[in-house]
């Protein structure tokens, strides 16, 4: 088993102005060749803490990645970290500075000596094309250990990732590569999924779970027949709760089912202020099967929708059947074969005799229509994306026939 660190290295990832998000893109990337990191440690612009959280990691790991600190300004120093690291003394590299000074004579920049530090290359290392930046990353061996320099910068650092730290690392690995297939679960608690599970042989995989509000995410790792064996097993036994196997997420999905369908949808939202339509616009071609909504908040706006002004005095914005008639009106007004509504309490005030938390989503289609109520945990922002998860889901079920999701308790 390849063991794999991370550092990353900077004072603005200490001080909390700067979210150490390169952790996530490393993770990501090696998850594709089945790989995991084992430790990450955060360390500061300081070559002692580099050298010697290198030296740590290098005792332990088999590849040691490090991101941050490649730049030209003086708090940049993991190549000097490096050098020390190794014993050895820094060369410049002729190649490297005549690409530094090409890309200056591009932006017709004379270029700054500190620009040329970029060219510096321990005795040893060998270095990593940047395709979107100018510092190089840098590959050393020392002992038995791998150790990669990886640019700070998130974009940079995706990119060498995928251009040559994972296909490198992946040629590296014996025998048949792991695969990874994600189950993606709607509306359903991490501990009851878990639970279900238990039920199902899961030894010959790796299981990992990733908690979104109402959007559980199963990770499967491992050879590639017990990954699809385990898949079908999961989505099996979650039954209709489990959306997608790829890791697709609900909105992908459901445009996946209008397209089949040839079908269109509109959405008219109160609480949710946009956050369903925004996420239907979030997949790439989502034009195909999105025509677009309404923000209808106030009461008289579901009024200028279209929704029956005597119903909405009679019960208020919040009620059921208000929510059919946004969703029916707005598909009617958009000429969409599909409407989509959310009205609902987010809080922190209860409206009429509803308490907060307490939410209606409907759809509407000519083959029917559908309506559901949920009394959501009564915190504003969770009321608000726990809406739209339930309003996607809802619309998956109708386009597949099912029966809307059932509260388990
Ligand atoms: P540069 O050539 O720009 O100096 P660099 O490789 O030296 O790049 P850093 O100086 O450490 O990298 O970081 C550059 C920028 O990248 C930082 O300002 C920060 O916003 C971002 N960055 C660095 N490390 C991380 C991280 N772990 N997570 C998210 N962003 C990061
Ligand atoms: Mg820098």
Redesign the pocket.
Known sequence: MTRVELI???D??LSGL??????A?VADALGGIGLGLSVVC?VS?DIPEIVAALRTSCARADVVLC???????S??L?RDALATLAGVEMDRDAGLEEIIRARYAEWNVTVPDLALR?ADVPRGAVPVPNSR???PGLRLSLGQTTIYA?????R??EAMLAEHIVPELAAGLDGPRPVTATVRVALSGESSIATALDAVDLSAVRVAYLALPGDVAVRLTGPAGAVAAAADAVAQRLGAAAYSRDGAGLPAVVHGLLRERKASLAVAESLTGGMVAAALTDPAGASVSFRGGAIVYATEAKAELGVDPELLAERGPVDADVALGMARCVRERLGATHGVATTGVAGPDPVGDYEVGTVFVAVDSAEGSRVIRRSLPPRRELVRTLTVVHALDLLRRHLLGLEPYELTG
């Open positions: 990353t290295v900077g603005e990832l700067v979210l150490n998000s390169n952790v893109r955060d612009d991101s941050g600190g490649l730049g030209p300004t708090d940049d993991t970029q930046g100018s510092a990886l640019p700070g910068v998130p940079e650092l």
